[in-house]
Antibody, heavy 117, light 108 residues
Framework: EVQLVESGGGLIQPGGSLRLSCVAS????????MNWVRQAPGKGLEWVSV???????DYADSVKGRFIISRDTSKNTMYLQMKSLRAEDTAVYYC???????????WGQGTLVTVSS | DIVLTQSPATLSLSPGERATLSCRAS??????LAWYQQKPGQAPRLLIY???NRATGIPARFSGSGSGTDFTLTISSLEPEDFAVYYC??????????FGQGTKLEIK
């Protein structure tokens, strides 16, 4: 079964750092483009970052310079290292695979990041 | 960047009725548009890709249409489990990979 499971969320003070993980099963992370998408409480979906099959990366302007996406092929896991966190980064963070049809499928269940003092 | 505008923001209907949700792009996205369903506390689920193709396991009452800048998601006869928030998305050749702001389908 193709599945994604996120972890690493929690309560963090403004200015702090956190690393999210996304473990894949049923497929190989490094053979797919992989994304992070976030959803602030009561709000819509916001694309955050992508790591392409070839290893290059892209970021939304809102996180550029503060977040780093990476992967570990030996663990079949993708990461999102977040630093200089702000209150506006508070959200549920989902990982999602680029499907062969140019959309996101599947999605993980999400992990909540709360930035607050 | 391409902007996706969904309408209406909220749609109030009864089970058994037909639902029509709209997504308009600020420039042509040809047929590269997807629809997702999200229920409270759950991750989004892919419904439709390439504007009109149902994803695996999606019931036939869901259909998508459109091309260019105007797209429609239709639910032919609403079931109780269909009341949720629906998002459209354009996953173009380069980021940002835009989502619409969502349409909440609520029970009347």
């Amino acid at each position: 079964e193709v599945q994604l499971v996120e972890s690493g969320g929690g309560l963090i003070q403004p200015g702090g750092s956190l690393r999210l993980s996304c473990v894949a099963s049923g497929f190989t992370v490094s053979s797919n483009n992989m994304n992070w998408v976030r959803q602030a409480p009561g709000k819509g979906l916001e694309w955050v970052s992508v790591i392409y099959r070839r290893g290059s990366t892209d970021y939304a302007d809102s996180v550029k310079g503060r977040f780093i996406i990476s992967r570990d092929t030996s663990k079949n896991t993708m990461y999102l290292q977040m630093k200089s966190l702000r209150a506006e980064d508070t959200a549920v963070y989902y990982c999602a695979r680029d499907s062969e049809f140019g959309c996101f499928d599947p999605w993980g269940q999400g992990t909540l990041v709360t930035v607050s003092s | 960047d391409i902007v996706l505008t969904q309408s209406p923001a909220t749609l109030s209907l009864s089970p058994g009725e037909r639902a029509t949700l709209s997504c308009r792009a600020s420039q042509s996205v040809t047929s590269y548009l997807a629809w997702y369903q999200q229920k409270p506390g759950q991750a989004p689920r892919l419904l439709i890709y390439d504007a009109s193709n149902r994803a695996t396991g999606i019931p036939a009452r869901f259909s998508g249409s459109g091309s260019g800048t105007d797209f429609t998601l239709t639910i032919s006869s609403l079931e109780p489990e269909d009341f949720a928030v629906y998002y459209c998305q354009h996953r173009g050749n380069w980021p940002p990979y835009t989502f619409g702001q969502g349409t909440k389908l609520e029970i009347k």
